[in-house]
């Protein structure tokens, strides 16, 4: 139980396009849902957290204009990169967190790569 | 949420004991210490997490300090399957928020 999956699992864009990402709870429901960025070799950053039926919250120095985080449903959340440029390229994460549980674990994707030219 | 110190590496043998230290110094008394670990390029993964007592499944034990300011990972039988970053983390029980800090890269060697 507990399956997070992200898709697609990589992605090569043009410059100035927009990406979207789909991550989706597949046997739990998740109220709130977390996209993080890694960039090689450093260690994961919190971008936004994301609710169902509301608007995301984002991290100090995210921009949520170019960062565009949709939650409408309880299994699905998707981040589309708006106008996406090189120093976009990263792993994304996502990770969602059960609804209702007792424990507050979070489950993670297996990460998006993104490669922008 | 406290912050949290690691080696940025470690070697273990295989088939003996890995011990990933985190210190932090700093905890509140309502803040639990999560282990997750991260194999390369795929999402983090759970291992365990605990508040004072000494915790143990499947995968690993956490060993925390009396005075909670240092914790210890531990697996039992490393194999090389287990080379991963190892991320040690505290936070507030009911708080949703996971903030990572750099990890340990454990590197198993046959």
């Known amino acids: 139980g507990a399956v997070v999956s992200q898709h697609p699992s990589w992605v090569i864009c043009k410059s100035g396009t927009s990406v979207k990402i789909e991550c989706r709870s597949l046997?739990?429901?998740?109220?709130?849902m977390f996209w993080y960025r890694q960039f090689p070799k450093q260690s994961l950053m919190l971008m936004a957290t994301?609710?169902?039926?509301?608007?995301?919250?984002?991290e100090q120095g995210v921009e949520k204009d170019k960062f565009l985080i949709n939650h409408a449903s309880l299994t699905l959340s998707t981040l589309t990169v708006t106008s996406a440029h090189p120093e976009d390229s990263s792993f994304y994460i996502c990770?969602?967190?059960?609804?209702?549980?007792?424990?507050?674990?979070?489950?993670f994707g297996p990460g998006t790569r993104l490669t922008v030219t | 949420d406290a912050k949290t110190t690691q080696p940025p590496s470690m070697d273990c043998a295989e088939g003996r004991a890995a011990n990933l230290p985190c210190n932090h110094s700093?905890?509140?008394?309502?803040?639990?210490v999560y282990w997750y670990r991260q194999i390369h390029s795929q999402g983090p993964q759970y291992i365990i997490h605990?508040?004072?007592n000494n915790e143990t499944n499947e995968m690993a034990s956490l060993i925390i300090t009396e005075d909670r300011k240092s914790s210890t990972l531990i697996l039992p039988h490393a194999t090389l399957r287990d080379t991963a970053v190892y991320y040690c983390?505290?936070?507030?029980?009911?708080?949703?928020?996971?903030?990572f800090g750099s990890g340990t890269k454990l590197n198993v060697k046959p």
């Open positions: 990770s969602a967190r059960v609804t209702q549980a007792k424990t507050y674990e979070q489950y």
């Open positions: 046997d739990f429901q998740a109220t709130t």
């Open positions: 994301s609710n169902e039926g509301s608007k995301a919250t984002y």
């Open positions: 700093t905890i509140s008394g309502n803040e639990y």
């Open positions: 605990g508040l004072k």
């Open positions: 983390i505290v936070r507030v029980y009911n708080f949703n928020k996971f903030y």
